[in-house]
T-cell receptor
Framework: DAGITQSPRHKVTETGTPVTLRCHQT?????MYWYRQDPGHGLRLIHYSYGVKDTDKGEVSDGYSVSRSKTEDFLLTLESATSSQTSVYFCAISGLQGGGEYFGAGTRLSVL | GQQLNQSPQSMFIQEGEDVSMNCTSSSIFNTWLWYKQDPGEGPVLLIA?????ELTSNGRLTAQFGITRKDSFLNISASIPSDVGIYFCAGQTNTGTASKLTFGTGTRLQVTL
């Protein structure tokens, strides 16, 4: 793994509850990304960060927010989880704009 | 959202055979990337291509960046059982603040002895 830790690895929660997923990197990379992976849709970008406190929306950002207060940590928050947010969530990092992205091991989230 | 057309969706091959898969898009990309994903794990970067026409190898893997910048292919020579997994292509575009990846839907490879 490219120095990326996602936590938790598995979570089961109930509809309407808030959920926060954490991505921690030890590579000091500038760019960090959150994706979700669903059957038939592949990997889709939720939000990304291009520096501390600098974030922007991806393709499927509705219902999600992010924060990055330190270079090494990128948090993804589901303010009020819904069943449609049941998915596998991946964090990725990149040191260069235009360079390859390196992925964490993922968090499997089930919203009941 | 935009998706890449990746084919084939799945393939069964015998150990020792060569494998070929490709990815096409209606849009131009600056970079093409190929990833492999094993069950329960995140995608692992195999090859990155940065120039139109570029041909790059990584061991038994060879990939090419299409001249039109709208397609790429990946070849695996002399397949072995550990090649089993899902292979994803990804096209990368640069925005003003960062680069973004668009992924294909994957090719599931299964290797029989």
């Amino acid at each position: 793994d490219a120095g990326i830790t996602q936590s938790p690895r598995h979570k089961v929660t109930e509809t309407g509850t808030p959920v926060t997923l954490r991505c921690h990197q030890t590579e000091n990379h500038r760019y960090m990304y959150w994706y979700r992976q669903d059957p038939g849709h592949g990997l889709r970008l939720i939000h990304y960060s291009y520096g501390v406190k600098d974030t922007d929306k991806g393709e499927v950002s509705d219902g999600y927010s992010v924060s990055r207060s330190k270079t090494e940590d990128f948090l993804l928050t589901l303010e009020s989880a819904t069943s449609s947010q049941t998915s596998v969530y991946f964090c990725a990092i990149s040191g260069l704009q235009g360079g390859g992205e390196y992925f964490g091991a993922g968090t499997r989230l089930s919203v009941l | 959202g935009q998706q890449l057309n990746q084919s084939p969706q799945s393939m069964f091959i015998q150990e020792g055979e060569d494998v070929s898969m490709n990815c096409t898009s209606s849009s131009i990309f600056n970079t093409w990337l190929w990833y492999k994903q094993d069950p329960g794990e995140g995608p692992v970067l195999l090859i990155a291509l940065y120039k139109a026409g570029e041909l790059t190898s990584n061991g038994r893997l060879t990939a090419q960046f299409g001249i039109t910048r709208k397609d790429s292919f990946l070849n695996i020579s002399a397949s072995i059982p550990s090649d089993v997994g899902i292979y994803f292509c990804a096209g990368q575009t640069n925005t003003g603040t960062a680069s973004k990846l668009t992924f294909g839907t994957g090719t599931r490879l299964q290797v029989t002895l």
